[in-house]
């Protein structure tokens, strides 16, 4: 059952335009993760990887592909946890920074905070060398586009309602049976600036306990925290509920009392894993036992073998390449 890792490109709804391409990045980014494991390093290096290679596809509401905030700007939030030992890191409304995952396992790694927030977290990075990029380089065509479309007085609500998705996540067990998770996100498109959503928040973007699991979150922010939705997965999980149902209680309580629609990837300290959501769809990945786990829509599970030797694009795309359970 170990290592494995899962990841998710966020809750919500993908244009078919962008289907393949938020498939074929969570499962590179599953690769990255599990070929961190499978060389011996920790859940914790695992997720950070996993979560970088999502930060710097542009297909995905993190790092580079980021949303807009109301005036044009990207601002960032990002989280770690480290099961082993309740240890976490995070950065809030940060801007100019490539990768935010990263400057959030330096706050867990080199400072006594959990969580550093806008010019802080920017004089931290730069204190440590952390090189800034130039804001245009996180902005991606179709990120503006969004942006110009949703300020419209007439918008499409059910692009408003994409907007409030997409943060991207991982949650992992490594051989030791220590549990990590990080969480990475944009945010809301067109959010107020300085709006801080969920993914920083301890228990809500992702929690990490090694004696009941780790979950990575995506959805409405506003909604996810209300539930701390992360901790509550967890908390089921102590109650014996299996991840799967776990998750599925988790995801149908914040539907019932806040009306917050999402998706959540989840393990147990044993390797076993979900994928669950309540939105239209979520890109996921999981690697286990030299498997590629994959979906997009409610009920999928496809594979293919991640055997060095096979083409590493086999399969990437259209769920017909893989195999379904
Ligand atoms: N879940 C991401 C956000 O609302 O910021």
């Known amino acids: 059952m170990l290592p494995v890792v899962v990841v998710h490109g966020g809750a919500g709804h993908v244009p ?54 109301v005036r044009g700007d990207v601002e960032m939030d990002a989280i770690v946890m480290d099961g082993r030992t309740l240890s976490s890191g995070a950065v809030s409304a940060v801007r100019n920074i490539a990768n935010p995952v990263q400057l959030a396992r330096l706050v867990m790694d080199k ?18 060398g952390v090189p800034e990029v130039p804001q245009e380089s996180l902005i991606t065509e179709y990120s503006r586009m969004r942006w110009k479309k949703n300020l419209a007085p007439d918008a499409n609500p059910v692009e408003c309602q994409m907007g409030k998705m997409g943060t991207v996540g ?37 929690y990490a306990d090694n004696q009941s699991g780790a979950v990575s979150t995506t959805g409405v922010g506003e909604a ?20 799967e149902a776990a998750s599925d209680l988790g995801l149908a309580h914040m539907k019932s009392r806040v009306g917050g629609l999402g998706g959540v990837v989840t393990v147990d300290p044993q390797g076993r894993w979900a994928a669950r ?7 996921w990945a999981a690697g286990q036992n030299g498997t590629l786990h994959y979906g997009l829509y409610a009920g999928e599970d496809f594979t293919q073998s991640m055997d060095p030797d096979q083409d590493p694009d086999q399969g990437h795309g259209p769920p017909p390449a893989g195999v379904r359970h």
């Open 170 to 206: 991982a949650v992992a067990v490594d051989r030791e049976g220590n549990v990590a998770c990080a969480t990475s996100t944009g945010g809301m498109l067109n959010k107020m600036e300085g709006r801080v959503g969920d993914t920083p928040c301890i228990g809500s973007g992702g």
């Open 16 to 69: 078919r335009t962008r289907a393949e391409q938020s498939l074929s990045g969570v499962c590179s980014a599953a690769r990255g993760g599990y070929a961190v494991l499978r060389g011996g390093g920790s859940s914790m290096d695992a997720v950070v990887e996993a979560v970088r290679i999502l930060e710097n596809d542009p297909h995905f509401n993190a790092g580079c592909g980021s949303v807009l905030n």
């Open 224 to 243: 996810i925290m209300k539930v701390t939705l992360a901790r509550l997965i967890l908390f089921h999980m102590e109650q014996g509920q299996s991840v």
């Open 277 to 283: 959501f309540n939105s239209l769809q979520m890109a």
């Open 111 to 128: 400072t006594s905070h959990a969580c550093l927030t806008a010019g802080g977290a920017q004089q931290f990075a730069r204190s440590l």
